[in-house]
């Protein structure tokens, strides 16, 4: 981490504000946090969209969602979702 000097990068207004509370001294400023969206750190998300790609091309295929909720395991009305969401 790198100390930068207020003067050069702050408003003057601002500079004289934080002045009130802290004279000569450090403060830390934290980065703004970025939440991950789900499943984003593991890789999990994409995995999902990987097997929803598939069931699609599996539909678009002419399988029926009866045996494609069979072939993943999950119920037709989940498949029935995936389906039409895309």
Do not use: H, T
Not at 15 to 33: I, M, N, S
Not at 51 to 62: C, E, H
Request: glycine fraction near 6%; proline fraction near 3%; hydrophobic fraction near 35%.
């Amino acid at each position: 981490m790198k100390y930068q000097n207020a003067k050069l990068i702050l408003p003057p207004g601002l500079v004289a504000e934080l002045q009130e509370y802290l004279q000569g001294g450090y403060l830390y400023v934290p980065a703004k946090e970025r939440r991950k969206a789900w499943g984003e750190l593991s890789g999990y998300r994409n995995e999902i969209d990987a097997r929803n790609r598939k069931i699609v091309q599996d539909y678009n295929a002419g399988l029926s969602m009866e045996k494609i909720a069979d072939k993943y395991y999950l119920s037709v009305f989940s498949i029935r979702k995936i389906v039409y969401q895309k």
